[in-house]
C-alpha cells in the first residue's frame, strides 16, 4: 500500500523552509527518504527506524512518528540544490521480505 | 565500482513484441528491485527479491515476469509489449538488510511501446 505524501508541489525562495509530510494507513517498520533530479535516477537522502534511529543526510532532517504512522521531511535554508522530487518510502512492519513502497512525490522547486 | 547497471537504456517496441531489461550489481547485495516511473509520477514497484533463489509480486506486476538469476542479476520480461507499459524503469539494489542501508538505483531504462 503507497504512503500518501503531501503537499504534492512547494516553490520556495533560496534560504526559505519547507516540510514534506507522510502518511501510512498501516504500522510501519521504516521510511526512506529520496531526492529525484530531473531525468536522473534517486538518490538516498535518509532512512528512519522504528525505535528512533535516523540516518541521514547532514543538511535535511526527518522525524518519524511511529503511532501516527507518518514522517516529515525538513528543508531548512533551502539552496538551489535543493530542487528535485521527493519521495518517501515505507516498509511494513508486517511485510514480506525488503518491500519498499514509495509515495507520488513531493516537487519542490527553489528560486534565487 | 560501478554500482547498479542496466541495459539497454533505451527501447522502442512495437505492441505485441517482447523484450527483457538486464539488471546487474556489484556490490554483492542481496536485495535487488524492478520499479516503473511514469511521466510526473511516482516510483511504483513491480517484483522485488529479497534474497537470491526468492521473487515477490509488488504493486503493479500484472504484463510482467523477472528472474534473480544469481546473486548479482535481476532481470525483467515483458512477454507482449503494450503501451500501457511505456514508462521508465529503474532497477535498485540494497543490502544486506534493507532497513540498515540505502537502495542504490540504475540509471534507468527508457521504454517507449508504440
Given at each position: 500500500q503507497q504512503p500518501v505524501q503531501s503537499p504534492q508541489a512547494v516553490i520556495l525562495r533560496e534560504g526559505e523552509d519547507a516540510v514534506i509530510n507522510c502518511s501510512s494507513s498501516k504500522a510501519l517498520y521504516s521510511?526512506?527518504?529520496?531526492?529525484?533530479?530531473?531525468?536522473?535516477?534517486?538518490?538516498?537522502?535518509?532512512?528512519?527506524l522504528k525505535g528512533g534511529e535516523?540516518?541521514?543526510?547532514?543538511?535535511?532532517s526527518a522525524s518519524f512518528n511511529e503511532k501516527k504512522q507518518q514522517s516529515s521531511l525538513y528543508l531548512t535554508a533551502s539552496q538551489l540544490s535543493y530542487s528535485g522530487t521527493y519521495f518517501c518510502g515505507t516498509v511494513l512492519i508486517k511485510a514480506a521480505g525488503n518491500k519498499l513502497t514509495f509515495g507520488g512525490g513531493t516537487r519542490v522547486?527553489?528560486?534565487? | 565500482n560501478?554500482?547498479?547497471?542496466?541495459?539497454?537504456?533505451?527501447q522502442v517496441l512495437k505492441t505485441g513484441q517482447s523484450m527483457t531489461l538486464q539488471c546487474a550489481q556489484d556490490m554483492n547485495h542481496n536485495s535487488m528491485y524492478w520499479y516503473r516511473q511514469d511521466p510526473g509520477m511516482g516510483l511504483r514497484l513491480i517484483y522485488y527479491s529479497a534474497s537470491e533463489g526468492t521473487t515477490d509480486k509488488g504493486e503493479v506486476p500484472n504484463g510482467y515476469n523477472v528472474s534473480r538469476l544469481n546473486k548479482r542479476e535481476f532481470s525483467l520480461r515483458l512477454e507482449s509489449a503494450a503501451p500501457s507499459q511505456t514508462s521508465v524503469y529503474?532497477?535498485?539494489?540494497?543490502?544486506?538488510?534493507l532497513n540498515t542501508g540505502e537502495l542504490f538505483f540504475g540509471e534507468g531504462s527508457r521504454l517507449t511501446v508504440l
Open positions: 521510511v526512506h527518504w529520496y531526492r529525484q533530479k530531473h531525468g536522473e535516477a534517486p538518490v538516498f537522502l535518509m532512512i528512519l535516523q540516518k541521514g543526510h547532514e543538511k535535511i522547486l527553489v528560486k534565487p | 560501478a554500482g547498479v547497471t542496466q541495459t539497454p537504456k533505451f529503474f532497477c535498485a539494489s540494497s543490502g544486506p538488510e
